[in-house]
């Protein structure tokens, strides 16, 4: 896929995330926060290369999303995102990590780079 269809497809997932409600789930699932939504639209719009390839984005029944690769996954919520991945029998990753646009595509290339 090229970058641009790689950002489209992680967009199309955002658009279906923002019209969540409370209970998708089927029991008490929160909606995802618009706050939530901004900050990875906001990312999206900085990225470039092949930054979003092998990467996919899931609701979390608290409102946050996770981005998900094989061997990898990043927590993000309104302020803050949390990170691991494994290569091998290495295990890395971070908590808390304040929220920034730069910040999380830097994170988001550490990880490819690692996860090759």
């Not at 990312?43 to 029944?61: A, L, T, V």
Request: glycine share 6%.
């Amino acid at each position: 896929m090229s970058v641009e269809s790689e950002k489209s497809r992680i967009k199309v997932s955002i658009d279906k995330l923002a019209y969540l409600r409370n209970g998708w789930d089927g029991m008490d699932a929160l909606p995802v926060s618009k706050s939530v939504i901004n900050n990875i639209e906001s990312s999206i719009r900085i990225s470039k290369n092949n930054d979003w390839h092998s990467w996919n984005i899931e609701p979390n029944i608290n409102g946050t999303i996770i981005i998900r690769r094989d061997n990898a996954a990043i927590s993000l919520g309104a302020t803050s995102f949390s990170y691991y991945f494994k290569v091998g029998i290495n295990i890395g990753g971070q908590n808390q990590i304040t929220f920034s646009p730069d910040a999380i595509i830097a994170t988001i290339r550490f990880i490819n780079e690692q996860c090759g």
